[in-house]
């Protein structure tokens, strides 16, 4: 069973800047895929940004070209790098594994102060 524990949320005025850490435990595997996704009150959740082992980033268009998405594939750390941040990414945030199953951990709370 592996367990995502999510850190590094908080308060935050419009333009400033968050890291996002993940780590996951539970197995000696690397985790194929990662991600963080997001859900706003009153929205669905969405895809954030995602990463394969080796691969290329993807990244919703709401946020590119302000948060980067990094991963220590070995240790299955993952982070969110948000900078410029607007009121819209106010949301909890949650870290994603898929590794023959599928994980969420419990979510952090991003809040962006105009």
């Known amino acids: 069973q592996i367990e995502l524990v999510e850190s590094g949320g908080g308060l935050v005025q419009a333009g400033g800047s968050l890291r996002l850490s993940c780590e996951a435990s539970g197995t000696s595997s690397t985790i194929g895929r990662m991600a963080w996704y997001r859900q706003a009150p009153g929205k669905q959740r969405e895809l954030v940004a995602s990463?394969?082992?080796?691969?290329?980033?993807n990244y919703a268009d709401s946020v590119k070209g302000r948060f980067t998405i990094s991963r220590d594939s070995f240790k299955n750390l993952v982070y969110l790098q948000m900078n410029n941040l607007k009121s819209e990414d106010t949301a909890v945030y949650y870290c994603f594994a898929d590794h023959i199953h599928i994980f969420w951990g419990q979510g952090v709370r991003v809040t962006v102060s105009s």
């Open positions: 990463m394969f082992k080796g691969g290329v980033p």
